[in-house]
């Protein structure tokens, strides 16, 4: 039986700030990416999100990022190896006290914006990132992009990884994605909903140039602040058990 990890970038509101759609989409999903401070989120949302992963049975992630709030996380800085695994540590370290108050555990990390991109091609910056990881918990789990450098420095240190795959955005033959919102509107869920399919099944996805390329899927993402998010979510969940394929946590995957 095939298995798929639903995956979900959560509690990024801070303060006054609303952003996504965490109590809509947490039902559906089976591992949360937490934001940790650096690029959104503050302790009160943090507190929150855990309570609320933990409520659904969700697996839980640190989503560490760049120093960056005020850009979101998604500019790229530049940061010496030393000064990223302070980075992780110091929002991986946050995330698991309140991980430890709630008596539950941090299953994987996916390393946000900039920084998820910017390790997907450096692998200095990719090393740096899965050393500080394994030197917290060697069972922590890596989310990375098909053919990325952390994937590749995860099977030469022994880290366990997952292969991400995305349900809203467009990707490359290589894997990757195209880093833009134009076109983020959903207007046909059913057909997002059965490329997923397609990418679990039969590991191939057309491009946003129009070739069909290998990919593999060990987890899905969905964007909490993709516009409709919430109801593409409950389509995919839909369309996989139509299809005989099981939704369950990374952890319980690999």
Request: negative net charge.
């Given at each position: 039986m ?10 990024e ?25 650096f ?15 933990k ?8 989503h ?9 996380g ?16 110091y929002?991986?370290g ?21 920084l998820?991109?910017?390790?997907g091609?450096?692998?200095e ?8 990881m394994?030197r917290i ?40 994605i195209?880093l833009?919102?134009?076109?983020s ?7 997002m ?16 140039d129009?070739?069909d390329?290998?990919?593999?899927a ?6 909490g ?8 979510a ?21």
């Amino acid at each position: 039986m095939y298995k798929v990890d639903l995956n979900c970038d959560m509690g990024e509101s801070f303060g006054l700030y609303q952003m996504g759609n965490d109590e809509e989409i947490m039902p559906y999903i089976t591992s949360a990416n937490i934001a940790c401070g650096f690029h959104a989120g503050d302790p009160h949302v943090m507190r929150r999100t855990v309570e609320l992963a933990k409520k659904y049975g969700v697996g839980i992630g640190a989503h560490p990022g760049f120093p960056d709030l005020l850009g979101f996380g998604r500019r790229y800085m530049t940061c010496t190896p030393s000064e990223v695994k302070d980075y992780i540590l110091y929002q991986v370290g946050a995330l698991r006290e309140f991980c430890a108050a709630e008596k539950v555990r941090i299953q994987h990390c996916k390393p946000h914006g900039a920084l998820y991109m910017k390790a997907g091609e450096d692998k200095e910056l990719a090393r740096a990132i899965l050393e500080t990881m394994h030197r917290i918990d060697p069972e922590m789990i890596i989310f990375a992009m098909n053919q990325s450098e952390v994937i590749e420095e995860a099977i030469k240190m022994g880290v366990p990884f997952a292969r991400e795959a995305y349900s809203d955005r467009e990707h490359t033959e290589t894997g990757s994605i195209i880093l833009t919102r134009k076109g983020s509107e959903i207007t046909d869920y059913d057909a997002m909903a059965q490329r997923v399919v397609r990418m679990v099944k039969e590991e191939r996805v057309l491009t946003y140039d129009g070739k069909d390329a290998a990919i593999k899927a060990d987890t899905i993402c969905i964007h909490g602040d993709t516009p409709g998010a919430p109801k593409l979510a409950k389509k995919i969940v839909e369309a996989l058990k139509e299809n005989n394929i099981e939704v369950a946590p990374i952890h319980t995957i690999l």
